[in-house]
């Protein structure tokens, strides 16, 4: 898992040019300071180059043009949704509300698939640092999505899990012990390659419900400059695209 997240760290635009400057400040200090120019400036253009959002537009696309959006009606049922964590922040303080984050459209999607008929069972997996946070991101879920109508009798939580392999490897646990198989996963559409992935890595077989799609035609010409929010979003496909890679 280290060397993974290592990898992954190392190949996002900000580890990149940090690498490459490092090696220019090698190259320089033994006196090669063409070479060391030369890291510099590559590394400049790179961090450059994936803060610009047609750049980080395109590639967000890339990955999740391989699963587009589908009408509910075009969604199968399945004996069991499986929802991601990622979207919900749980409180840091008992008896104060979860923090919805950018990302929590997976969880209003799941209720709408629930609401659908697609499926009478939920499992939500997301666990948390108790060091930070004063319940698991399961649990934060649970709250929305109580409001969004769905009973806790559809609801089984997993909060265990930290990162989407230990999603994949409880939420198997949990289906096999209910004798499922099949499962409607939704998480984001940038995310959806690799966590397809590595579910079907434990045997299960997954149907995506992609959601919370980011690409989008850019039409003026304030999206040509470079920005904050480009650059995370370019580390974030980026490490999809490494992360998938990386599962065997």
Request: aromatic share 8%; proline share 8%; charged share 15%.
């Amino acid at each position: 898992m280290f060397l993974s997240k290592l990898s992954i760290a190392l190949m996002s635009p900000l580890g990149t040019t940090l690498l490459l400057l490092l090696s220019g400040m090698l190259l320089a200090w033994r006196g090669r300071s063409r070479s060391a120019w030369v890291l510099v400036a590559v590394g400049f253009l790179w961090l450059t180059l994936w803060s610009l959002p047609p750049a980080s537009n395109w590639l967000r696309g890339q990955i999740e043009n391989e699963f587009p959006f589908q009408p509910l009606s075009s969604l199968p049922g399945a004996p069991a949704i499986v929802v991601l964590g990622g979207g919900i922040g749980p409180p840091r303080v008992a008896a104060t509300p979860p923090n919805l984050e950018s990302a929590a459209d997976r969880v209003w999607y799941a209720a709408k698939l629930y609401h659908a008929g697609k499926s009478p069972l939920l499992i939500l997996s997301g666990g948390s640092d108790p060091t930070t946070s004063a319940g698991t991101e399961a649990e934060a879920m649970r709250e929305l999505l109580r409001d969004l109508g769905v009973p806790d009798s559809a609801l089984l939580l997993e909060g265990q899990s930290r990162t989407t392999r230990e999603n994949a490897i409880y939420s198997a646990t949990l289906l096999r012990s209910r004798g499922i198989q099949k499962v409607l996963l939704v998480t984001s559409a940038l995310h959806m390659h690799r966590a397809k992935k590595l579910f079907e890595k434990q045997g299960i077989e997954v149907y995506p419900a992609p959601t919370d799609y980011e690409s989008r035609p850019l039409s003026s010409w304030q999206p040509l400059l470079p920005g904050a929010d480009a650059l995370d979003g370019s580390a974030r496909a980026i490490k999809e695209l490494v992360g998938g890679w990386l599962v065997p």
